[in-house]
Structures are given as C-alpha cells and as structure tokens.
C-alpha cells in the first residue's frame, strides 16, 4: 500500500514557467512533509517543508500548497530555471518516525 | 561544515563477497537511517538507529546488516552481495530534539556496482 502517491513521474518545463508536482496521502497522522531535491549521483537535499497547521508555505520561488481536507500537498517552482532540472521527492512523517517518500518526479526545464 | 559523510562514494564488488559501507555524521544526530536507491526510484528505507535501539524494516534481506559503534558512525554491511543489491545507499541523520527532528539530512551516497 503507497501511503504518498505523487505524480506526474516526469515534467518537462519551458524556462521561465511554473512547475507543479502533486502528491496525496492516505494516513492522517502525517504531520509533516518535506520536499526533497535530487541531482543525479547526489543525495536528495531538503528544499523546503510544510506541517498541516499552514495551508502554504513559501520559500524565493519554491511554494508548498497544503490542502488538509484533501489529504494533498504539491510543489510550485515559480519562473523555472534549467538548473532546477532534478528529480523532486515528496514525503511524510508522522512524529519521529522514518519519512515515507513518493516515487520522484524528474523535472527537466529547457530553454 | 557539519555534514554526513559517506565512504566510499564508489564500491565495487564480485557477486558474494562481503562488503561494508561507512558513514559518519558531525551534526550529532541521535537517528541515523541507511536507505537503498535504485535507478529511477525512491530511496526505500532499509533500517534506522535511534540511538543504539535498532529498527529494522520488514521487507529487508537477512543479507543486509549494520552496525552502529557510535553516535558518528554507521556501517552497511551486505553479507553476500547479489547483482540485485547494485543501487545508490543512502546514509541519513536526523535529531529528535525539537523542531529539528522534522529534517532528514542525507549524505552523497555510495553507488554500490557488483559485478
């Protein structure tokens, strides 16, 4: 059973455009939910993280939407740069337990 | 700069022997997780430490252990490694220490290939 469904697996983006990546999930005890960035032959690194009491979180051109009643929560990348090309996990956390992450969306911004 | 660090980046194995992956943390971190990432996919969590306590997930091969002798370092270690077991591990490191447990920090990897 996939707790965090996230989709699509891949986007491709003009540079300049906003990128969207969604994801939902089934428990709701997640309390919290991590966005992670990931370059080929790197570690996935934080790029930015939203708990449920907000409804949207922003960071420069990063934004969390957050739909509670939903269970959903996606990733807009504002203006969209070729280097943010990558591949971006969601994830969720309930407590201190171990993250349980969706299946990676690979991003790739052309010019 | 506090990090988590990974050795070796690149390991090459034959198919059956044994082999270790390290990794070690300067953030102090009581939790410490070792994750398997294949090609295109998510990173799928193998086990993790919580303090010395060792947590293992249930769909993870008797073949994987590991060994944690301190709060810095960590080892992977893949008894009788299988062309199967080729994949990026992933070492991560979190605190339960207020806001800061929200954050999982993830080390470089080690790209394990067995030929």
């Known amino acids: 059973q996939q707790q965090v469904k996230q989709s699509p697996q891949s986007l491709i983006v003009q540079k300049g455009g906003i990128s969207i990546i969604n994801c939902a999930y089934e428990n709701t005890a997640f309390d919290y939910f991590p966005w992670y960035q990931q370059f080929p032959g790197k570690g996935p690194a934080l790029l930015i993280a939203i708990r449920p009491d907000v409804s949207e979180k922003k960071e420069g051109r990063f934004t969390i939407s957050f739909n509670k009643s939903a269970k959903q929560f996606s990733l807009h990348i504002m203006d969209s740069q070729p280097g943010d090309s990558a591949t971006y996990f969601c994830a969720a956390r309930k407590g201190n337990t171990p993250l349980v992450f969706g299946k990676g969306t690979r991003l790739s911004v052309i010019a | 700069d506090a990090m988590v660090i990974q050795n070796p980046r690149y390991q090459v194995t034959q198919f059956g022997k044994p082999v270790t992956l390290s990794c070690s943390q300067t953030l102090n971190h009581n939790v410490m997780y070792w994750y398997q990432q294949k090609s295109s996919q998510a990173p799928k969590l193998l086990f993790h430490?919580?303090?010395?306590?060792?947590?293992n997930e249930a769909d993870t091969p008797d073949n994987f252990q590991s060994r944690r002798p301190n709060t810095s370092f960590c080892f992977l270690d893949i008894r009788s490694p299988g062309l199967g077991d080729a994949a990026m591990y992933l070492c991560a490191t979190s605190s339960d220490e207020g806001y800061l447990s929200e954050t999982q920090y993830f080390g470089p990897g080690t790209r394990l290939l067995v030929l």
């Open positions: 430490y919580y303090d010395k306590d060792f947590n």
